[in-house]
């Protein structure tokens, strides 16, 4: 298996903060990447410094074999599609998708006017009287159709509907089956993404604290549901990762369980349901930041 | 001018990366090549209307007196003005977006200087022939005087060179300045103006003190009309040179 993006202790400091904090991971070609954190955990420092845009202040950065920083050969076959991108002030719709094709060299000016009338994009409007769904939708179109073998999305849906986010899942998995590519996208709809990923980073206070295969992270915790004392009882000393209680119920997460713990569960009256990656992401973070706080 | 299909694609040479640096600068040549001539055809027909009120009050002939004063004309001076915003918004919001194309910084900066290049030749020939056409014209038939004020210079060549050193001048100082806040944002601008303010006190503290002012006065009459203008580019060589470095280890932010 290649490796798109080697990161090698990779650290970002603005004054004090340590925005990235000493990161290690690689990142494999033709894989679909989720990074998730919370918001300021890191995300867009990351993202920028894996695609040039940003400095590292120690550590190493390889994408595709060579430094990004002012490296051409690297940056052309990248496609950053950013939250908050700016456009030029006179720019309509239409200059963006005329210029695309000069920088990408994968462009489909066809999948880009499917995508153009899916998202209902009008090109002769300039981009600064836009709503903020349609400037996202601007970004989302780009990325997708400019094909680039390693593609960043960086929340690209802010003011999305429903109906226009998962218009853009739908193409992007379907695009992704006929042509791979790389995609890393960041967001915090965990949920909604969590069946597109195929791997999982997860950034915290700059740290990477979850760099995971999805499927299996998705099964390493269970929710035991049941009265509290039943659930006490069999959770026992288990690392509880999680712990809600309303009157004499009690749902706790713990880790994965086996066959015969499965069925003394079950002996005991008490419901085992899955862990969604939202609640299991968030749970990892709760305990990474009690653990920061100890340190 | 409403297809959405894009031209073929240009293969990315190194030279090519930045002729296409400079076809995104001008992809909507509305802000950068129409407005500027609207808006100078406009400022003319102004000027036209005021030339044609002295003439007609004039009693229908050029007074002398009255052309020998229209040369100090500024008419035009806005356009130099103007040419500092264009270049302070390439520095400023094409950057970020020409990045997001995974254009590099080099590219993009050498990119924008063709485009600096190119806009003020076509700026500079298009004022000089008008400024031709004045001569002929005697000044559009009514005395008027407006692209061949003084300062130009009184020969078409002269005039091609100072048109041309005054625009390069302002794109590339108004690029470089667009730097300092694209790299450091308000507080770098605020350092450098009173960086810039205290350097002008010191200069003409300095010359005051050590009684030099005829020797300052010297150079530029030793320098000559277009060799005041020729020192000029060595600013603007020093502005380009002080954009690049500044936009090399510059970050996109929001």
Do not use: C
Not at chain 1, 213 to 230: F, I, K, N, P, Q
Not at chain 2, 3 to 8: I, M, Y
Not at chain 2, 31 to 37: A, D, E, H, Q, V
Not at chain 2, 173 to 197: E, N, P
């Amino acid at each position: 298996m290649t490796n798109v993006i080697e990161v090698s202790d990779l650290t970002k400091n603005f004054g004090s903060l340590a925005a990235v904090n000493s990161a290690t991971f690689t990142v494999s070609e033709n894989k679909i990447y989720g990074l998730l954190g919370r918001n300021g955990a890191g995300k867009t420092t990351l993202m920028q410094l894996l695609t040039g845009q940003d400095f590292a202040s120690s550590g190493t950065i390889r994408v595709f074999g060579e430094s990004p920083v002012e490296n051409a050969h690297v940056l052309e076959r990248i496609s950053f599609i950013k939250e908050s991108q700016r456009y030029p002030d006179d720019f309509r719709a239409k200059h963006v998708f005329r210029t695309a094709p000069w920088f990408f060299a994968n462009w489909d000016a066809d999948f880009a006017s499917q995508l153009i009338e899916e998202f209902r994009l009008p090109l002769d409007r300039r981009i600064k009287k836009m709503s903020r769904g349609q400037v996202s939708a601007i970004g989302v179109v780009v990325g997708l159709a400019s094909r680039a073998p390693l593609t960043f999305f960086d929340e690209p849906y802010l003011g999305l509907d429903a109906v226009a986010r998962q218009l853009f899942y739908d193409r992007l998995l379907e695009d992704y089956a006929q042509r791979p590519r790389t995609v890393i996208l960041s967001t915090h709809l965990i949920d909604e993404v969590a069946n597109l990923l195929e791997h999982v980073l997860v950034i915290d206070q700059g740290r990477i604290i979850i760099d995971e295969d999805a499927e299996s992270l998705r099964g390493s915790a269970t929710a035991v549901v049941g009265t509290a004392s039943a659930v006490d009882a069999f959770v026992g000393t288990r690392e509880v990762l999680h712990r809600d209680a309303i009157g004499g119920l009690a749902s706790v997460t713990i880790a994965r369980l086996d066959r015969a713990e499965r069925e003394a569960a079950a002996t005991a009256g008490l419901e085992l349901s899955a862990v969604s990656l939202q609640q299991l992401i968030i749970r990892r973070t709760n305990t990474s930041e009690k653990e920061f706080q100890s340190a | 001018m409403s297809t959405v299909l894009p031209a073929p694609f240009t293969p990315a040479t190194p030279v090519g990366r930045i002729i296409n640096v400079v076809r995104l600068h001008l992809a909507n040549p509305w802000t950068t090549i129409f407005m500027p001539w609207i808006v100078l055809f406009a400022v003319f027909l102004a000027n036209l209307a005021i030339w044609w009120i002295i003439y007609t009050a004039a009693g229908g002939a050029t007074d002398p007196e009255v052309t020998e004063g229209l040369q100090y004309s500024g008419a035009t001076s806005w356009i130099f003005v103007y040419m500092i915003v264009v270049a302070a918004q390439a520095m400023s919001v094409t950057f970020p977006f020409a990045l997001g194309f995974g254009v590099t910084r080099r590219d993009f900066y050498l990119g924008s200087a063709v485009t600096f290049v190119l806009l003020s030749a076509m700026y500079s020939i298009g004022m000089t022939v008008l400024s031709v056409v004045e001569d002929a014209t005697n000044g559009w038939g009514i005395g008027g005087r407006m692209f061949s004020a003084v300062y130009f210079g009184d020969s078409w060549p002269q005039r091609l060179f100072i048109y041309f050193a005054i625009f390069l001048f302002f794109f590339f100082v108004g690029a470089a300045i667009a730097s300092i806040w694209v790299r450091w944002r308000a507080t770098g601008l605020t350092v450098f103006f009173i960086a810039l303010g205290a350097l002008a006190v010191a200069g003409v503290a300095l010359v005051t003190f050590t009684a030099n002012w005829a020797s300052v006065g010297g150079f530029f009459l030793r320098a000559g009309f277009i060799g005041s203008f020729a020192w000029s580019l060595v600013l603007t060589a020093l502005a380009a040179v002080t954009g690049f470095v500044l936009l090399r280890r510059a970050t996109p932010r929001n």
